[in-house]
């Protein structure tokens, strides 16, 4: 029973677990008889900690010592200040891991010591790498990271029929949950399971519902005794309670009766708050949060490369999407029936205990793919981003290219580990740095520097430069202080698209004036080679032709350099040919020089295509660069 592994839906509002018996997912129920485990954490004054339903119930009373929402900054240095200690979140986070651990283990008579969690696919490396912390501080292996969304896949692909299993589908993910909305386009069938895309909003979720019932209960009881409830603390905790209350109650029913008595008081005596709300009129006070759902589900369908007729399947996950006007808008909006069969907020977890349960050997015939979330690269000669690993990449993956210097007996290149999705290197999140030192020292162009990218199955991210000659290498494992949150990640890929033709811009302007350089110095290379064998008049012209294209370098009209640099060029042409066929020992040098010429055009040809593996030059930014 040891080698079980549980799968845990470790959420901002709640979390879940579950465990596979007889091959079926079950969910394991919390000591006070809920399967949500509310990822709340209480603080007594007397030193006391509660975690999930109580802590959520105590909040009402506690406020200023109660911890919610604690996912939002995991991978972050927040702290969490309960009297003379302080919290990290992925300490917050364990609290909430051990209460799960613990209940289970009650629960299922034997202990549990390896898990499967689930992160948002958003989530970055030290997000990822708090997740795991935090399960490590509670006492339990981490045996993998998943993907919410991925996990929801795996729960409905085992329930799907044997003969489903080989035609290949694309389902929508839509998990509204209790402060978060996350779409995510997935491919599933025969067995595999990919993220295409992600999207959502990271501040729209069942609060805001519950936040529009309280703002008509306050506007209410304003409007009945003239006396404003937001001033009463202790009030507003109550009226959250009851807001949240209400709004699951009108998933079931038409109309709500909301009572809270002795809420508040004035010289009179005690008031009450006794009224009735319709469905009707809470979906009219909430309809513009309905709406606001459909733009990063068309995001997600958009960045995923498929149309909307091609969304064979819509998935509902979250405790939010039990609420029939967000049935609603998913059935108006694609034009079907959601999938059905899973409660929606059990099926990540469940998806998670599948996970565990391929791992443990115990499920067969289940593959796990993921995908990165931003697109991940190196900074290259003029500031350039060069992608590695583009955005949506299914993990695990690894990816390599080789790399050259940019000058002439350059023994040191500067690896710059980039994320993000524009074109220049200094507008995407550094992720770190290293250098690689003791290169043999050549013409610009001859070293070739072997860069790999290496992400594992939980998202972390390895980057190694090799020499090839010497066999002398670097790398870094990227454990970044800082991590990108869903809002960031949303605005940069936003920005990526705001800025694409400016950026595309200057990264014409820095490949055009690297070709020029380059220009120049297979120039003088060439002069110093061939020396007193290119007739005068060439010698002269080439001469000429290279000042001239220096004085264009030093002005800023783009179309003028590229002009000069292809004078130079077709001079450079017209004597390499001259000493080709003119004289027999300038022959290797000058022909040699023209194929590097024709291998930087095809550089920069193919640079906007999909490049092919260990053939692609590119300049490190190192001594031209500063
Ligand atoms: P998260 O993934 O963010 O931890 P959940 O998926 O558990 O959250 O969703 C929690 C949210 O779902 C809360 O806002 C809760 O009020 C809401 N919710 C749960 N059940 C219902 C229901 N029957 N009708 C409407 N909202 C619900
Ligand atoms: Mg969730």
């Not at 995991?74 to 917050?92: A, H, N």
Request: glycine share 8%; aromatic share 6%.
């Amino acid at each position: 029973m040891a080698d079980k592994i549980v799968g845990i839906d470790l959420g901002t509002t709640n979390s879940v677990v579950s465990i596979v018996e007889g091959g079926e997912p079950i969910v394991i129920p919390s000591a006070e008889g809920d399967y949500l485990f509310p990822s709340v954490v209480g603080f007594s004054k007397t030193g006391e900690r509660f975690v999930g339903s109580v802590a959520k119930r105590q909040a009402v009373s506690n406020p200023d010592r109660t911890v919610i929402s604690i996912k939002r900054h995991m991978g972050t240095d927040y702290k969490v200040q309960i009297d003379d200690k302080q919290f990290s979140p992925q300490e917050i986070s364990a609290m909430i891991l051990q209460k799960i651990k613990t209940d289970a283990e009650t629960y299922l008579g034997f202990p549990i010591e390896k898990a499967v969690i689930t992160v948002p696919a958003y989530f970055s490396d030290s997000e990822r790498q708090a997740t795991k912390d935090a399960g490590t501080i509670a006492g339990l292996e981490v045996v993998r990271i998943i993907n919410e969304p991925t996990a929801s896949c795996m729960a409905y692909g085992l329930n799907k029929g044997e003969d489903d299993n080989a035609q290949t589908e694309n389902v929508l993910i839509w998990d509204l949950g209790g402060g978060t909305f996350d779409v995510s386009i997935v491919e599933v069938g025969g067995g595999l399971v990919e993220v295409k895309s992600t999207a959502g909003d990271s501040h729209l979720g069942g609060d805001d519902w519950d936040q529009r019932i309280m703002d008509w209960l306050i506007e209410d009881f304003k409007n009945r005794y003239n006396i404003d409830l937001r001033a009463d603390r202790l009030a507003m905790q109550r009226l959250k309670e009851v807001a949240e209350n209400t709004k699951i109650k009108l998933s079931y029913e038409t109309t709500a009766k909301v009572n809270l008595p002795f809420i508040a008081a004035d010289a009179t005596g005690p008031k009450h708050l006794d009224v009735e709300l319709t469905r009707a009129k809470f979906q009219e006070l909430t309809a513009d949060l309905v709406e606001r759902c459909e733009i990063p589900a068309m995001r997600a369908i958009k960045d995923s490369g498929l149309n909307l007729h091609q969304i064979n399947k819509v998935f509902l996950v979250g405790g939010s999407t039990r609420m029939p006007a967000v049935q609603d808008k998913v059935r108006a909006l694609f034009n079907r029936e959601p999938a059905s069969g899973i409660d929606p907020d059990k099926v990540v977890a469940m998806g998670a205990a599948i996970q565990g349960a391929v791992i443990a050997g115990e499920v067969k015939d289940m593959v796990l793919l993921d995908v990165t979330s931003l697109s991940l690269g190196i900074e290259t000669v003029g500031g350039i981003f060069t992608k590695l690993i583009e955005r949506n990449s299914q993990i695990p993956c690894s990816k390599t290219r080789i790399f050259t210097t940019a000058a002439d007996g350059q023994t040191v290149v500067e690896v710059h580990v980039l994320q993000g999705e524009r074109e220049l290197a200094a507008h995407n999140k550094s992720l770190g740095r290293f250098e690689l030192r003791n290169i043999p020292p050549a013409p610009r162009g001859v070293p070739q520097i072997e860069v790999t990218f290496d992400i594992d199955a939980n998202g972390i991210v390895n980057v190694s430069a090799k020499d090839m000659v010497t066999g002398n290498q670097q790398k870094i494992t990227i454990q970044s202080p800082t991590s990108l949150s869903k809002d960031e990640i949303d605005t940069m890929v936003k920005e990526a698209a705001i800025y694409a033709e400016e950026d595309g811009k200057r990264r014409e302007e820095a490949t055009v004036r690297n070709k020029a350089n380059i220009e120049i110095d297979t120039a003088e290379h060439t002069m110093r080679e061939l020396g007193e064998r290119i007739n005068p008049d060439h010698q002269i012209a080439l001469r000429n032709l290279i000042d001239q294209l220096r004085i264009s370098l030093q002005a800023t009209d783009l179309a003028k350099i590229a002009a000069d640099t292809k004078l130079l060029q077709d001079q450079l042409y017209a004597i390499s040919t001259d000493a080709y066929y003119a004289l027999d020992t300038g022959r290797v040098a000058a022909k040699d020089q023209s194929e590097e010429a024709k291998r930087q055009e095809i550089y920069d040809l193919s640079s906007d295509e999909e490049p092919e593996d260990d053939e692609l030059f590119g300049w490190f930014n190192q001594e031209e660069g500063k």
